[in-house]
């Protein structure tokens, strides 16, 4: 098992996280701000992820939510006019630092997206442990095994596709897929998971599942997630954030805090709107 | 003696003979590759050293050169006549309905017809060689090469030679030089002439297009089964390119024996298109084989050998299946020069040499005939020809046609009845040619009809290559392309129908109200 | 975050805020927020009803209702094609003022326009204009299937004499009929008959010359075309750009090229390997357009989510790009080969003709399928006119079995299988499963010594953290 | 940087300062990338510069050796000249040129609704293995090779087309492409010679070859319309053709356009069928279907056997401008589809 | 306006209705069983959808609702390998029946899809009115831009749109691009709106706006919706059908009426169940 998490070992020689000693996966945005070409879309946004909770980011359309969970794994830059000012501190180190790997960064920060994307030309099997095969870590055929057994347990899908597992991805349910993709990116064992409505095209009984996969990587992953829909961002999430973008203006972060205390007794107007359905 | 492999490429009017003496060679364990893309292609290849020998019809330089052509080896090479044969004329012309297999011209209207002074069959300039043939009244279409061809030099070097005037009226509209043949047909600005591509894209051509006629290798209208034009030679008869008809007029070719001259060996045919043997074919030529003097780039003495193998066997056992192929075989006074010039290729092999050597004792001093040439009977002097003593004498040619030809021919009747033509030579029609008639075995097979109005024929497809006469539809209807009765008739017969399959359903239609439609519809 | 959060917000609760907004809510609760506009529901609002226990639990399958084509329609089409027909007939055979030949356009023609008419008769004008676009589709596929076939069609007829010698009654044994594929026209003259000779020589020409073209050209074209999807910049523009504009370039120019920088500079002879090359400048283009083409459709999510796993840029080309479009790439690939298989200018060019076996490309000429079919055909004898047919029509066999094998090595689009696939698929399915399972008892076997859990030591180093941080949050909404 | 506060039930409202005031501008990020990727990006850009040498060296190697001819006649000439005489020093492209642009088009004209029907067929009507049967039988037809079709459009459709030829010439002759110069109406023999080798026969057979590559694009792009767009056509209640004209072909429109432009570019270049059917004339010819007619590539295939020193340089020339045209030709359509919907979008 | 919806007056000419007399489009799904190939997706369901009513289809995933209500328009028939038995009358007349042109029916009974699909190359005015062009309906200008702006208002977009009539559809956000689908499809005043998860890709204020159209509608056009929200059904719709498919068996109806009886006092557990968030 030497090869397969060598990379992690590394990583705790790394120097000592700051926020977060007990635990890794403490992500901290600072001072985030965010542009398309000469269009701004995200205004000196911080926020702290604390390790191992889940962390809903919720909005109305079009306020930058995506924008600043994709700022958070370096995905932002893969758009060619993108560019972004400010910090992203994983453990305390920002994942920007020219010294840092863009692929360690997105490894340790796994995402899943709004449309279930499985690797079409793979298996369920291959699909599982695509990530060892991308980021080039090697591993027995048993260490494999037992990856796929417990990644797709965790993600609440094994026994759903036990008995196919060499069948194409693609085969699956729309449910079924984004549950795939959730233990495709828990098999490298990243310390932060970013969800962009990962429910938002899946039935309630998928939207259920994943939800009860989300509630079970508490403590163990670090989960920030973007929904439209309040009741999951009740249900799943301890903290909360909205972001809003008045009209003509970057985004910014309106109000954050313990969820509860988000939806029971917000401070601010908007946000008492928003989280009670008056607008957005 | 193992032969290395050698390459060489040109005239595609040789081709065939070349191709068979490579495949004999090859039997031998001699491996020769040859490409037929010309006799130009083949003297250029040749002038870079890309190819170690060539087959050219026309030489480099001189006045049967072309002058389009600036190619030239910088190495000393030798240039030996390898094959002769005949340039033939094969037409595809329907008579009364039929295709008609029977033409003669005499060489007056075969320049005319290729200069475009005559442009239509029913010149009296062919009328004239064809009595009582229903010649229609409509344009000659004259089909030329477009690639540089040695047949079109040979052809050009003819009419130059021959009918300087009309080549020089030629050169003046279609821009040649009239000192000299060329390669290149000049048909610009021609309207009844069409280029192709090739042998094959002309006789394929004219096969498929009546009112045609075109020049070319004998062999192609002959494995096409298509008639050639009887050609009159000076003693009035008319022939086509057989063996002996080419062996007898080339009698007449006047040989460069100057050793020196680059040209050496080179033909001037002056001589041959006047020759009055009634058995000649005025049309003869000889096509030549280029090869290195010397060594150079990939060419070294191995190859030599070979070369030298390869043209000792051309020039001797291989003239036998000329006569079948559509050529003639040379006469052995030509083998005997030619001979000499192979021994010039570097790296001749004792067993080559002494091959060579057999076939000159036995030529000059009596050894017999170890060559095998087919001209040659053993004791005889190397000018004879076997086969000019050979030669039938055409049809109606009498006894005293055996003696430089005299008289005038009687005997057989014309196939036609003659139009009293005050101007025809010869009152009871022209002789026929001396042997296998061109087309002689055609089947009248395939039989179909044309429309004159749209050129479909119900059979469409089977001329070409089936060998097969096409008739034609004598009917002759008057101005029938313009507005005429049966188009108006068309368009009434057309109304009419129209009207009665769906007038009436319309009329209903529109009588019970636009409105009614398929119940559910609701647009 | 001392303490566990409770939950705010129920499902349910959510559920009953919402439709305290809801007419139907409004309803329920008699206290209604908001008045709408409703037409004044019914009197007695029925109970729900529960319609299985009307039905019988298994019921006989009853048939189903044909969709698809009416019998309208089809009566239609045989009508119109009929009255065309016969309107053909009285035109050229009957009245005899067009040709015959013309039958079929004449009775075309009028079939459209009958047709157009009967549907006119029953439908509305968009039906009448679909249905006169449908036939016009028919027909455009109709006229090129039908030019194909006349081409193979006159291909095969001019050729048949070599099929008629092979099945003669002297042919001989099986491999003297076939001396067509494996004897070459080295000893073959042009007076010889079809029992003699053979395009052995010309297939070993192609072969040879496809596979050196090949060599060069695939790594090379999926590289360029990679480099152009994947890599991008404004030199990959300028590439692509160059790369379209040579995809037209004519193939006698390419065969100009390769004669004077290879065999006039260089060789000093023609040969297989400059063919080979020409064939070469000719492919990498089509390749590297129709491979481009092929990358440019992978939906960037795909990219998008090998790179969030971490994966470097070569990594998702490899395992994630290349292996969705491994049938597109195919396709390419075989698009391009059939093309260079057939190509004849740049061949003759630089590779001579010759009739002779030449298994050597860098010496001497070589001749490939299509140059040979163009010299046999440019020949006098009917034999041998018979030979370049037959040629031709067996380049278009070999390109057929290209294309079959191409489908089969490339298979079908990723992530689609065939029903044999699946069936084996899941066969293989339960092969891994049990495998799983039994790696899974062997390291819990083993695993039981120190903790009993089954998870390989990695995993639980990632999802057992040493210590558990204080008050995890829990579930909240159970 | 503010972090969330202990406190679960107090919520933060971060302070910004006024709107205007932030002067934070983008920050230079500096991706550092793994050895593999830096090979990978080594590596493919090889090739793309290998290839981009091949193809330069192509219009390279054309240009050197046209520079020759081109000084000697001036480029004006060249492009004015009709007649192709370099042994003269007469010659230019004007007639070839034109013929091979006239063929060109005549394919064009015939293989674009040709191809834009079978495409739309495959796509639209054919369905399961009846639509796998035409696509193989499409790609089937590109790998038919030139010479097959070279020499099936002289042997056979010239002389079935012919009768065509005529009838469009003598009924639409007014039109001067269709007129046929000594067409003699009241001569009831025919001359079928008038109308052979023409461009109009040329140009059909050239069609033949590109429809397969045109329609194989198209099929392309049309099969990519989006279900949904389409759906939602048919559940306005369009026809199928209705959903075609305002689905299918708008979202086609991009491949329609490159389609041809391929097909353009390669009736541009092709030679051996070419070669094969017309009968060169160094005449600028209109008239479509008379005989007589030329191209660049055919001239340089007619003549390249001969041609050495300056003859040769005279058709790298012709080459030369054969090549720009087709670079034209190309950018156009690249500019064309660059613009266009279909084939840039990945529609997940 | 005659031309225009002169076809609208005929059809009253048709034989009398039998379920609805009042007001046309009421539409009687009987007995309908439908099929993938030989896999059973529906058996044997019946359902009375009332004229000028909203019906909501509810059930969870993969039960059949959308084919169902596909089979409702005939666009069942697009997917080669379906079939189907049983009748679908629309006031009255079998949709299916051989008489019945496939066009017709598809443009009395619109639908509206989950992705909205406007048609990108058309502007928003030629997208209203595309309905128009694809039936080869006649308008003068004058009568096109009333029904523009009529279309329009009813789903409740002209004001945000009345501006940019000639810029492509394809500009808009997606909750406008749905609601000009809505547009497009009562542009050619359909008798029934069918309408597939039309919110589920929408934020909550564009899902505000398409039940406000959908309000709006009430009265005048029949709609039937398949939503998988709860608290959609019960705030737009007047009855309701719950669908689902066990295990391995084709879908069927459980339960149907109106929509407060199915919410308040299900008679089935499972229905319960279900509306109670149990499962699904
Ligand atoms: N690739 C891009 N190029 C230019 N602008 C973009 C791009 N992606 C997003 N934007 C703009 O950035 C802003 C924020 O977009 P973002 O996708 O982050 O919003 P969001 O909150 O995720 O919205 P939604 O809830 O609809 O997903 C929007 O104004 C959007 O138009
Ligand atoms: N094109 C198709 N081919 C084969 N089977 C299909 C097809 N479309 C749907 N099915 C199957 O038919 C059944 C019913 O599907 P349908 O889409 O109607 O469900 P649904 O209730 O609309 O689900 P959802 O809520 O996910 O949209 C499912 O089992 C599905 O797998
Ligand atoms: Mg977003
Ligand atoms: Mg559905
Ligand atoms: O023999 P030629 O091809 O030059 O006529």
Known sequence: MKTLFSARTENHDEPDLVEHVQQPGGLVADNISAWFGDHKVLDRVSLSMAAGEVTALIGPSGCGKSTFLRILNRMHEMIPSASLFGEVRLDGDDIYAPSQRITSARRNIGMVFQKANPFPAMSIYDNTISGLKLAGIRATRAEKDLLVEDSLRKASLWDEVKDRLEQPGGGLSGGQQQRLCIARSLAVSPRVLLMDEPCSALDPTSTRRVEETIESLRGQVTVVIVTHNMQQAARVSSQCAFFLAAQNTPGVIVEYGATEAMFAHPQDDRTSDYVNGRFG | ASYPRISGNGSSWAGAAIDQWRADVAAQGVTIDFTNDGSSAGRKNFAQEISDFAVSEIPYDGDTADPQDTARPSSPYAMLPIVAGGTSFMYNLPVDGSRFEDLKLSQDALAGIFTGGITRWNDPAIAVENPGVNLPDNQITVVVRSDGSGATAQFTLWMKRAFPDKYAALCARAGCDPAHATSYFPYQGLSNFTAQSQSNGVTTYTSGTEYTINYDEYAYPLGLGFPVAKVKNAAGFYTVPTAPAVAVALTQAIINTDASSPNYLSQDLSNVYGYGDPRSYPMSAYSYLLVPAAERGLFDAAKGATLAYYANYSLCEGQQKMGDLGYSPLPMNLVLAALDQVRKIPGVDADTAASMDATTNGALHGGGNPCNNPTFRPGDSPSQNVLVETAPFPDGCDAACQAPWTGIPSGSGPTYETTTDPNAPAAGGAPDAAANGPAAGAANNAAGSCDPNTGICANAGAAAGSGGTVKTVPTVLASSTGWAGPQSLMIIIGLLILTLIVGPPLVNRLLNGRGRRAPGERS | MTEPVTAPVTFDETLHGRRRRSHAAAALDAAPTQVLELPPPPAERPATVLPRLALDENPADPGRVAVGFSRDDVLSVAGAGLAGLSVGLIFTVVLGIIPTGWLLVVSYVWFVALYAVIVFLRNPGPAVVDRFWSIMLWSAGAVVIASLALVIGFTLISGQDVVTQMFAADAGGLIDRLHFFWQDMGTVGPLAGLEQGGIFHALVGTIEQIGIALIITVPLGLTTAVYLGEVGGRLARFVRTIVEAMTALPSVVAGLFIYAAVIIAFTRQFNGFAAALAITVLMLPIMIRSADVVLRLVPGNLREAGLALGAGQWAVVWYVVLPTVRSGLTTAIILGTAHGIGETAPVLLTAGVTSNLNFDPFNGPMTSLPLAALEFVKAPQPEMRARGFATAAFLLVVVLVLFVIARIIGGQEAGTVSAKQRVRLTQRSRGTLARIQANRREHESRGSADDGEGMPPGLEQLFQPETDPPNLPKATNE | ?348
């Open chain 4, 1 to 348: 940087m503010t972090a969330i506060s202990e406190t679960a039930d107090v919520t933060t409202r971060p302070d910004y300062p006024e709107a205007g005031a932030d002067t934070a501008s983008p920050r230079l990020i500096k991706q550092v990338r793994e050895r593999a990727d830096r090979t990978f990006r080594l590596v493919s850009s090889t090739g793309g510069v290998i290839v981009l040498a091949i193809m330069c060296l192509v219009g390279i190697f054309l240009t050197v050796n046209a520079v020759q001819a081109i000084a000697a006649v001036g480029p004006v000439e060249f492009l004015t000249t009709q007649e192709w005489s370099p042994e003269t020093n007469h010659f230019g492209i004007a007639a070839v040129l034109t013929g091979t642009v006239l063929i060109a088009l005549v394919a064009l004209v015939v293989a674009l609704p040709l191809s834009l029907g079978t495409s739309l067929f495959i796509t639209e009507v054919a369905r399961g293995g009846f639509q796998r049967t035409l696509v193989s039988i499409v790609d089937l037809m590109a790998a038919v090779p030139s010479v097959v079709y070279g020499l099936w459009g002289l042997a056979f459709l010239q002389n079935n087309v012919i009768g065509f030829a005529k009838w469009l010439s003598t009924w639409f002759g007014w039109i001067p492409i269709f007129a046929v110069d000594g067409a003699d109406p009241a001569n009831p023999l025919p001359n079928n010679a008038l109308y052979g080798s023409s461009t109009f026969i040329a140009g059909l057979v050239v069609a033949l070859m590109i429809v397969p590559i045109m329609t194989s694009m198209m099929r392309e792009s049309f099969s990519r319309a989006p279900i949904g767009e389409r759906e939602g056509a048919y559940a306005l209640g369009a026809t199928r053709w209705g959903m075609i004209r305002s689905v299918v072909l708008p979202f086609g429109k991009g491949g329609v356009i490159g389609g041809t432009m391929l097909g353009l570019g390669r009736a541009l270049g092709e030679t051996i069928a070419i070669y094969l059917i017309i009968s060169p004339i160094f005449a600028i010819n209109f008239h479509i279907l008379q005989k007589g007619s030329n191209s660049v590539a055919a001239l340089i295939a007619l003549r390249y056997g001969e041609s050495n020193g300056f003859t040769m340089s005279a058709l790298m020339a012709a080459g030369l401008a054969l090549f720009i045209l087709t670079m034209i030709v190309n950018f156009t359509a690249s500019t064309i589809i660059g613009r266009s919907r279909s084939g840039a979008e990945s529609e997940a």
